[in-house]
């Protein structure tokens, strides 16, 4: 059996600076388009423009694909005028201050109306001090106290005329505190006394008891016909009062109306009217309070306490523009990074009052993402969102209702909270994130399938193509453009292709995960300049790659290091039963690592099959026990076929001690378990890779460049033999993207890589021995691998059943 190791010219795809025809990336035009997400585009678009409920979008995709500004790019062309977009504003709610009053306008008009608002108020403030000291204004009020006085005084004199003939008359006493008061008094020799004066001209002989006492009795009469009157008077203040201010609301009406006409003629709306007349009929109430509001601040008295007592006052007839869409010419596309509660559905802030308790009212209702969004798109990371329970369950009263509320989430823990009219909004929402987020949405949550019809799907790499390598030259165009980069000549623009074909895995696909690519055209730009260069070339691109790979590989040294001082047991050269190098990879998050692992397999006679080591510690993953459980298939279809078999055998990662997942080594335990069986001893200058199905197929893997390249560092710390080498699958060759190192190693004949599709040449490889090919007797000739492999299994057989027989007649 021959097996050819691949050519060097097979272990790379190299971009011909050729194929660029510009001596820098400035000649061309910066790339404006989204390129290789055709689905994903498609998809957004439908959703966004399907007016019906229902049609929001998830983006699923990997990190760098461009899913936020392909969102943005196509959103922000689609033409959404201003027609759907309002102005919203809250007002004082004069019937129930706790519901504070929706007005909806159209876009500019919002701003319009809370500055006529402003105007009106201002004008008022400024203008009933003004009125109240007006000369006509102060004459009819004059008039009126004139006249209730006059009508006071003729209730007392006509009580007094009365009086007069039974000798008492009316006059005014002064308390001790400084209150007048009116009072009857008795006349005695043409002198007013008070009833409590007699007593003394009664011991000055000037006066007996019995006048005195006569007096007082028609004092007493007298008195009672005087609280009436005083009644009568109080009726007069009473209605002197409230003719008082029916004149000054009259004055002040005719006032408002002039200020308040042109706003109601410029918003002919019923609520805005409904909201004028309750501003009016409010200020006439309180106008005898503002009134001395404005006589405190007048007179110069606790000046600052009287001009904040007079905002606060008017404050309530001001407006709340809490959504101003006046310079808003396209439908919004908002973009949250924080979807908390607040930041999406908006917040009532709180002041503390004079006795310490909060409070708060219309003007402190603050808009958030999701009304800021209306008629237009909200764009957020699902994961953020889902990270606050209380957000996604509001988020889906609003996908499904189309209704606002804005409430602190709190609400539940306060006596009296403020409850504002809720808000009919149009918003698509647009989450990011991954696919099995969606996927657990759409199985999990009811609601989530009836929210998100549409799924936009970014893939993360594309077929390589000579259009996709001509716009990725634009890309760099237009990096170099917007971010003050340096220019890239053919042979830069080369290398950081190359990079993008070689992140797929893949010669024949290129990435679409363009940050990543930017980021390495960033650090080559940085070299470049701190060389002194005015063009990134190849050597800068590579010298950025090299960098990378130092800042990052600390931990990959230490397991060199220990592998060249024999820590960790990796052997190169020789060859020994059951014991084969595997290739695994790890990652330090930036960068993957490949490097081999020591996999060894020991039989003996017994009946307890294939006891995978790591399964029996919990190290092993899903994955992996399936593919020992292959293994163990696969052994049963080539040699049970014509004997019974039963042995017990252990597979084990020497020295692992993490967790092992994916199949990639199947290959490679099989063929540990076969020298194990055979005694064929398995090269150790070797290693191999790949994963292997029930009828002995070898199947594809992840990571071969990194797999590649972690067992040839080894083997170049201690010194190229030219014997040394690696086994892959034959269908990542086309995947093989190998360092210039390592292809010039191939080149030299000091490294082989080989590809296979069978167990069968993987064995011969790795033992050098051929497997054998079973005869009409169904048997394998003895001196091959499987010849070997299926004698020894009859002698196990033999030796587990006397082992089962001697143990029962124990």
Known sequence: MKINPLKHTHLTWTCPTSTFTFKSTKELRPLRKIIGQDRAIEAITLGAQIPSQGYNIYLSGQSGTGRMTTARTVLEEIEKGPQDLYDFCYVHNFKQSENPVLLRFKPSEGRVFARMMDEAIALLKRRIPQLFEEDQFQASRKSIIARFQEHEKGFLKEFDTKIKPAGFTVGQV????????????????????????????????????????????????????????????????VEFRRELSQHDQAAVGVLMKGVFDDISEHFKRSRVSEFLVEVQHDILAHLDDYVKLFAARASG???????????????????????????TKKAPVIVETSPTYQNLFGTIEKRYDARGFYVSDFSQIKAGAVLKADGGYLIMNALDLLSDAAA???????????????????IQFQLTALKPEYIKVNVKVILMGDVAIYNHLWSQDEDFPKMFKVHAEFWHEAKRTSDMIKQYAQFFALMANEESLLHCDPSGAAALTEYAVAMTESQEKITLQFSYVADLL?????????????????????????????????????????????????????????????????????????????????VSAGNAGIINIEREVDLSGSIHNKGVLILSGLVRAIFSRSQPISFSASIAFEQSYGEIDGDSASA?????????????????????TGSINQKGDIQPIGGVNYKITGFFEVCKDRGLTGTQGVVIPHQNVKDLMLRPEIIQAVKKKEFFIYPVKRLEEAVYLMTGMTVGVMGKDEKFPIETVFGKVQHNLGVLHTASRLNVGNAASL
Not at 668 to 687: C, F, G, H, K
């Open 392 to 410: 996604w369950q509001a988020l889906k009263k609003v996908m499904l209702h189309g209704r606002l509320e804005i409430q602190n989430p709190e």
């Open 301 to 327: 008295m606790a000046d600052d306490a009287a001009e904040e007592a007079i905002k606060v006052a008017f404050s309530r007839y001001g407006v709340n523009l809490i959504l101003d869409n006046a310079d």
């Open 522 to 602: 960033r650090e080559a730009s940085f070299y470049a300049q701190r060389s002194g260069a005015t063009l990134v070339t190849r050597l800068h691109v590579h010298h950025a790659e090299e960098q990378r790979r130092w800042r990052h590989n600390q931990s990959d040294e230490q397991y060199r290091e220990q592998i060249r001082t024999g820590v960790m047991l990796i052997d190169t050269k020789g060859t020994r039963v059951g014991q084969i190098n595997g290739l695994t990879v790890y990652t330090t998050g930036i960068e993957s690592y490949g490097k081999p692992a020591r996999i060894t397999a020991t």
């Open 174 to 237: 002064q308390e001790d505190d400084g209150a007048v008061h009116t009072e009857i008094f008795a006349v005695v020799d043409g002198k007013p006394y008070q009833i409590e004066e007699l007593d003394e001209l009664v011991k000055a002989g000037s006066m007996t008891m019995e006048q005195v006492r006569v007096i007082a009795e028609q004092y007493a009469q007298l008195r009672e016909e005087l609280s009436e009157i005083g009644r009568r008077s109080m009726r007069l203040m």
């Open 668 to 688: 490679a335990e099989t063929i540990a378990l076969l020298s194990a069986i055979s005694n064929v001893p398995i090269r150790q200058d070797m290693a191999i």
